[in-house]
């Protein structure tokens, strides 16, 4: 498996502000991805970061709104920037591991926009 | 698009009881699927996973079942336990694409 945190836990914040999310794996990962997962529903990837690389955007995600830092194989940041009460969500970071790539996950921030 | 969905949204058993979370995949060309449960303010949870090369894989009192036949999947937890509630998803991945999720269910376990 992998120890993955997140930073902050949860927050709450007023609409057209930013929050940046941090990441950080126990390990050095080639790929690390970002979800959403408005409440009460399923997973939604947003976007893939790999080190080195721009990150890749699922359909329906920009990264004008949710720009991705990869500086190095155990960190990455997510930011929701000009947030809405739409954007109220939990926002989690996954990493892959293992010969079968399995994706493990952080603890999920949970972010309240007003 | 393809998705992965579950049949039921909520599943209430009682303690000791076999539970059986099912699961049907849209994805002819996925060949790794898990199972992850999520418990309230945390995030998912691996429980288990396989390969489209097997139709069976046993854990420590999980089971998945894997039908290509009829795109199936199931989840069974054997003496299901208060600790057991919580929201499973199942996720399916295939070569080079994205893990997909499904819906989700909600186990309660009443003692």
């Known amino acids: 498996s992998a120890v993955i945190s997140q930073k902050p836990s949860r927050d709450i914040c007023q609409r057209g502000t930013s929050l940046t999310i941090q990441c950080q794996v126990d390990?050095?990962?080639?790929?690390m991805f970002w979800y959403r997962q408005q409440p009460g529903q399923s997973l939604t990837l947003i976007a893939t970061a790999n080190q080195g690389s721009e990150a890749t955007y699922e359909s329906g995600f920009v990264i004008d709104k949710f720009p991705i830092s990869r500086p190095n194989l155990t960190f990455s940041t997510l930011t929701v920037s000009n947030m809405s009460p739409e954007d109220s969500s939990i926002y989690l970071c996954?990493?892959?591991?293992?010969?079968?790539?399995?994706?493990?996950f952080g603890p999920g921030t949970r972010l309240l926009v007003l | 698009g393809e998705s992965v969905g579950l049949h039921l949204p909520t599943l209430s058993v009682q303690e000791g009881d076999n539970s059986i979370i099912n699961c049907a995949y849209s994805?002819?060309?996925?060949?790794?699927f898990i199972w992850y449960k999520q418990e309230s303010g945390k995030g998912p949870q691996f429980i288990i996973d396989?390969?489209?090369?097997?139709d069976k894989r046993q854990g420590q009192r999980v089971t998945v079942l894997l039908n290509k036949t009829v795109k199936h999947l199931s989840l069974q937890i054997a003496a299901t336990q208060p600790g057991d509630s919580a929201v499973y998803f199942c996720a399916e991945k295939g070569p080079g694409t994205a893990l997909i999720f499904g819906k989700g269910t909600t186990l309660s376990v009443s003692s």
């Open positions: 994805n002819s060309a996925s060949d790794y």
């Open positions: 396989i390969r489209s090369n097997m």
């Open positions: 390990s050095q990962v080639t790929m």
């Open positions: 996954s990493v892959e591991r293992g010969r079968k790539e399995t994706q493990y």
